[in-house]
C-alpha cells in the first residue's frame, strides 16, 4: 500500500494517510516517495528592491505667448511675412469669434478652432502692401500723358467694363455672381446724327440714363465672364450699326407719322426764320445767326415732347421773350 504525503495548513506537519490501490496499472507506475530527501523552500519575505525603470521626464518650461512680449513699433511683415493659419501666439490684438452661450462673449483666439478655419489676410497689412507695391515699381511703365484727369480718360477710353470678384469658399471655384458682366458708354461718345441717336434710343429704352447719359448693358445669361463679356460688346456693336441703317419706310414718315415733335422739320422754324428775315425772303442757312435760337427751340421741342406744366411753359415764355427781344418794364 502505498503513501500519500499532504500537507495541512492548521498544523503544519506531515500527515501519513492510506490510499487503497484504485488500479493495477497506477500501483504499478507511482513511485514512493523519499520524505527524508524532501526539502521545503523557505518563504522569504524580504524581497529585493526593485529598482524604478521609469523614464523620469523633464518638465520643459514653457515661455509666455509672444504677442506678450512684441513691441508696438514691431516689423510686422516679418511676424507674418506670408498666408498661414491663425497662431493666438504671435497676433498681439483680442480677437474673438464663434457663438456664445447665456449671453457671454464670443470664445477668445486660444483654441479657437473658428479662427483657424477660415482664410485670414493678416499678412496684407499695409506695410506689407506697400513693400509689395515698392517691389513690382521696377516692372510697371509710367502713367501715360494727357490722362491725367477722369474727363481725359473717358474721352480716350469711353467704355467702360464692370465686373466682381469673390472669395468663394465651396467645392467649385467659381462664384455665380462673378460672371455677371456690366458694359456701360455715353450716348455722346459714340457719334451718331439725329437719325441714329433717335433709334438707338428706342432700341436700348430704358437702359439709357438721361441724368448720366450712359446707355448700361448688363449680360449675365452665359455661364462665364469672358463669355458675358463678349455677347455684351456683341450688343452694342449691333446697337450701333442697327441705329445707322435706314428703312425705306422711314423715309416715306411724314410729320404726323413722328414720334416726337422735330423743330427742325416743323413750321416753327419756317416762321422764325421769316419773321427774322422780314421784310427780304428767308434762306434756310442763316438760323443760326439768330440770337437766342438755340434757347427757343429747345423750349419749343420739351414744350411739346413733355407736356405742358409750370416748367416748360415759364421755359418757353422766357425763350419767346429773348428771340424777340422783348423787355418787361416793371
Not at 495548513?9 to 484504485?22: A, D, F, H, Q, S
Not at 469669434?97 to 478652432?113: A, E, M
Not at 513690382?136 to 473717358?154: A, H, M, N, S
Not at 407736356?307 to 424777340?324: I, M, P
Request: aromatic share 8%.
Amino acid at each position: 500500500m502505498s503513501l500519500f504525503i499532504r500537507l495541512c495548513e492548521k498544523n503544519t506537519r506531515i500527515i501519513l494517510t492510506k490510499i487503497p490501490n484504485v488500479t493495477a496499472s497506477f500501483a504499478t507506475t507511482a513511485k514512493p516517495v523519499d520524505i527524508e530527501s524532501t526539502e521545503f523552500r523557505v518563504l522569504n519575505l524580504k524581497s529585493k528592491k526593485v529598482e524604478n525603470t521609469r523614464k523620469k521626464t523633464r518638465r520643459v518650461e514653457v515661455p509666455p505667448p509672444r504677442a506678450n512680449q512684441m513691441a508696438v513699433d514691431q516689423d510686422w511683415p516679418s511676424v507674418w511675412p506670408g498666408p498661414k493659419t491663425f497662431h493666438p501666439a504671435v497676433v498681439p490684438i483680442p480677437i474673438r469669434q464663434g457663438y456664445s452661450l447665456r449671453d457671454q462673449p464670443p470664445p477668445d483666439k486660444y483654441g479657437n478652432t473658428e479662427l483657424m478655419k477660415i482664410p485670414n489676410f493678416l499678412h496684407l497689412s499695409p506695410p506689407a502692401v506697400q513693400r509689395h507695391c515698392e517691389a513690382l515699381k521696377k516692372f510697371c511703365t509710367e502713367w501715360p500723358v494727357g490722362l491725367e484727369t477722369e474727363d481725359k480718360c473717358r474721352k480716350h477710353f469711353p467704355l467702360e467694363v464692370i465686373t466682381s470678384d469673390y472669395c468663394y469658399s465651396s467645392p467649385t471655384i467659381r462664384e455665380p455672381l462673378s460672371r455677371i458682366v456690366t458694359l456701360r458708354v455715353k450716348l455722346s461718345s459714340l457719334s451718331l446724327n439725329a437719325h441714329a441717336k433717335d433709334k438707338i434710343l428706342r432700341l436700348v429704352k430704358d437702359k439709357y440714363s438721361p441724368e448720366t447719359d450712359f446707355i448700361t448693358i448688363t449680360a449675365d445669361r452665359c455661364p462665364t465672364k469672358k463669355q458675358n463679356l463678349e455677347y455684351a460688346e456683341y450688343l452694342l456693336t449691333a446697337l450701333f450699326h442697327e441705329s445707322w441703317r435706314v428703312e425705306d419706310w422711314e423715309s416715306e414718315k411724314a410729320e404726323a407719322d413722328m414720334e416726337y415733335y422735330d423743330w427742325d422739320k416743323n413750321k416753327s422754324r419756317t416762321n422764325l426764320l421769316t419773321l427774322h428775315a422780314w421784310p427780304n425772303s428767308p434762306t434756310d442757312t442763316d438760323w443760326e445767326c439768330i440770337p437766342h435760337v438755340e434757347e427757343y427751340k429747345i423750349a419749343v421741342s420739351d414744350l411739346f415732347n413733355t407736356g405742358e406744366d409750370l416748367h416748360t411753359v415759364n421755359k418757353y415764355k422766357e425763350a419767346v421773350k429773348n428771340v424777340l427781344n422783348l423787355k418787361c418794364e416793371a
